[in-house]
């Protein structure tokens, strides 16, 4: 409400989409050792899937696939795509890689998403379902989700409550900024 009365901060798109990558970098540096930890100590996996809290460069596409994902359902026309652009770019240049080639990862990845989820539009969940994939953890689980493919729902139901805490909050970040 006094945001309304005194008018919403100024913002440009470029310093959001910098906001925004560094915020994704930094949750991944901090938050993939717990993930990793909590997947190695899971006792509904057979064996150990021994992931080191290092790896997280996958991790990383994931989150940043999910959060352009709410951003782009939140986000008005236009301001979506110029922000997905820009924060693909920024993430390109903090990896050190070609921005096309991170791109193409990126819509990919979110088509995998966005496939593997369906019908849900559950964003959390599909990241679950994603980590399962990328870190190919289906062999860890049990002869019955191993042969199906498809995770454990109670590795599943852990993975995606962690999840929750790796989604940007684009409501509050445009309720209280004009992009510019």
């Given at each position: 409400m006094i945001s309304t009365l005194f008018g919403k901060k100024k913002i440009t798109e470029?310093?959001?989409?910098?906001?925004?990558?560094?915020?994704?970098?930094e949750l991944t540096s901090d938050g993939f050792p717990l993930v990793a930890?909590?997947?190695?100590?899971?006792?509904?996996?057979?064996a150990c899937p021994c992931l080191a809290p290092e790896d997280d460069s996958a991790f990383a596409l994931i989150v940043l696939v999910a959060n352009l994902m709410e951003m782009q359902r939140i986000a008005g026309p236009g301001l979506d795509k110029r922000l997905f652009s820009l924060s693909v770019s920024k993430f390109a240049h903090a990896f050190n890689r070609d921005a096309g080639e991170v791109e193409q990862e990126?819509?990919?990845?979110?088509?995998?998403?966005?496939?593997?989820?369906?019908?849900?539009?559950n964003t959390v969940r599909a990241?679950?379902?994603?980590?399962?994939q990328e870190y190919e953890l289906y062999c860890f689980q049990d002869l019955y989700f191993r042969e199906q493919r498809v995770p454990n729902p109670i590795i599943l139901k852990r993975v995606t409550n962690l999840m929750g805490y790796f989604i940007w909050g684009w409501n509050e970040v445009l309720e209280q900024y004009r992009v510019v």
């Amino acid at each position: 409400m006094i945001s309304t009365l005194f008018g919403k901060k100024k913002i440009t798109e470029d310093k959001l989409s910098n906001v925004f990558v560094n915020a994704v970098l930094e949750l991944t540096s901090d938050g993939f050792p717990l993930v990793a930890a909590e997947l190695n100590e899971s006792p509904e996996f057979e064996a150990c899937p021994c992931l080191a809290p290092e790896d997280d460069s996958a991790f990383a596409l994931i989150v940043l696939v999910a959060n352009l994902m709410e951003m782009q359902r939140i986000a008005g026309p236009g301001l979506d795509k110029r922000l997905f652009s820009l924060s693909v770019s920024k993430f390109a240049h903090a990896f050190n890689r070609d921005a096309g080639e991170v791109e193409q990862e990126v819509k990919a990845l979110q088509g995998r998403m966005e496939r593997l989820n369906f019908p849900s539009k559950n964003t959390v969940r599909a990241m679950g379902i994603v980590l399962f994939q990328e870190y190919e953890l289906y062999c860890f689980q049990d002869l019955y989700f191993r042969e199906q493919r498809v995770p454990n729902p109670i590795i599943l139901k852990r993975v995606t409550n962690l999840m929750g805490y790796f989604i940007w909050g684009w409501n509050e970040v445009l309720e209280q900024y004009r992009v510019v």
